[in-house]
């Protein structure tokens, strides 16, 4: 039976360690949560294993892990875990993302308004990354405050990244964000995830891109992807958002004037449960990709499923909102 994370500490818990730092923990309790609670701020976004911005390095012992096959083998080999996933059950100590190390200089080139509550923000990298539509990085601030964040930008286009920052939680990363100025610095983590995506097979096929708030930025990046590798199905995009917030409205809406199997929707958040209801017949080949709010993929994944979708042909990122 595991220790209740509120109990006394027991002399024989065993010992978590972060550089000069070490402490008892509970056995069981979630590596992500230990860190946190010690004051460490251990970026993380989906607590599902799936953005992957919670690594952290294992240098002595290892965590009870429930995800074996992430992140990456090379990653894995050299100890990274991710934190949200696995268990202290014994001695560990681990050394978490540290910008000076592991981030890559990039310097801001412009911060806008795209809405009322989204920000974009562009940086250019000391030097180019390679990444994939879908993808996102951590990013840190100049306070040492990481924050995983979903790539807007297009692979290949240029050496420039876009993010879309949901604002509407006022929490110590998006305060900072809005002061930054053009020539500011920031670093950039290495591209994660890989959860959504698009891929060459799926030419032929209807693809569904379905998105709420700033869950857009992924999907907007993957249907530009998927449009220069000539996908020739049915592409449906859909963008729930509150009044005034249909930040890519037009952008959205010229693209699909110039391609005629592109349909664009932009339903507003009361009319969530119209597009529910909507979803009755799903044609089996279909690709869905989802990206939002845990409660707005959680509800069209189930009723996709409901109308047939396969679940292997249904790929998810869901966001939780950070408590600062």
Do not use: K
Not at 167 to 182: E, K, N, S
Request: aromatic share 6%; proline share 10%; net charge neutral.
């Amino acid at each position: 039976m595991s220790v209740s994370d509120d109990s006394p500490a027991d002399p024989g818990w065993p010992r978590l360690a972060v550089g000069a730092r070490r402490w008892p923990v509970a056995p069981g309790t979630l590596l992500l949560d230990a860190l946190n609670r010690a004051g460490l701020g251990i970026p993380y976004s989906c607590r599902a294993g799936a953005c992957q911005a919670c690594l952290v390095q294992c240098l002595e012992g290892m965590p009870e892990d429930v995800l074996p096959g992430l992140p990456d083998p090379a990653r894995r080999a050299a100890g990274w875990r991710l934190a949200c996933q696995c268990r202290v059950v014994g001695d560990l100590r681990v050394a978490d993302h540290d910008p000076a190390r592991d981030g890559l200089p990039a310097q801001v080139l412009a911060v806008d308004w795209l809405a009322p509550s989204v920000l974009r923000l562009r940086l250019r990298p000391q030097r180019p990354l390679r990444y994939a539509a879908g993808q996102h990085l951590l990013v840190w601030n100049d306070e040492g405050q990481a924050r995983p964040y979903s790539l807007a930008s297009l692979p290949g286009e240029d050496d420039r990244l876009e993010f879309h920052l949901d604002c509407r939680h006022d929490g110590g990363f998006t305060r900072r964000a809005r002061l930054l100025r053009p020539g500011d610095t920031l670093r950039v983590g290495p591209p994660l995830g890989g959860g959504l995506r698009y891929e060459a097979d799926w030419q032929d096929a209807p693809l569904w891109l379905l998105a709420a708030g700033a869950g857009l930025a992924p999907l907007w990046s993957v249907l530009r992807e998927a449009l220069r590798q000539g996908h020739r199905g049915p592409i449906r995009l859909l963008h729930l958002a509150r009044p005034g917030e249909h930040y890519l409205g037009e952008p959205l809406r010229q693209l699909a004037a110039s391609h005629p199997h592109v349909q664009v929707e932009l339903p507003e958040t009361d009319a969530l449960q119209t597009v529910l209801a909507g979803l009755r017949i799903v044609p089996r080949p279909t690709r869905a990709l989802l990206c939002g709010s845990l409660a707005f993929v959680d509800d069209l994944s189930r009723r996709l499923y409901m109308a047939g979708l396969p679940r292997t042909q249904l790929l998810t990122e869901a966001f939780l909102p950070r408590v600062e």
